[in-house]
């Protein structure tokens, strides 16, 4: 299951960049597309589940409470930053740095879970897994870090100073 995962959030982040690069998108008309996109999709999973008539009923029940309303306004708020800046991150850099990124914050949560919520034993090979994915995102942001401070510093040029015809 972990692979399958792994492979539909690869060819989603490809998706994302060849998008933004090939048709000159930005994250937000992205985001937006992508939402667009999606109802579709998980209209059918909430009717083929048979969520529907209960997500429903429950959201008509917690709509009154307001601490209700304030929890699903910062989780909107926070779901929105996510992808806004996993999309900027896909289209400024790549598809790989992205993954790379996600995995050495998987590592930041893993590792603060541990310190913070207990509840896990920690032994050899939790310890042997967090330091081989932190190394290798070390790593490969060091390589990306050098191969661009080779490259020649390409300099945009000033529009304010070259007004259009």
Known sequence: MALISVFFQTMYLILVEKS???????SMELMFYNSILSIPFLFFIIVATGEFPHSLSVLSEKTASASFSVILLISLVMGIVLNYTMFWCTIVNSA?????????????????GFVVLGGVKVHALNVTGLVINTFGGVWYSYA???QKKKLPRRVAPDEESHPHK
């Open 20 to 26: 933004g690069a090939d048709d000159g998108l930005s």
């Open 144 to 146: 990306k870090y050098t």
């Open 96 to 112: 790989l740095t992205t993954t790379i990124v996600g995995v050495l914050k998987g590592v930041g949560s893993t590792t603060l």
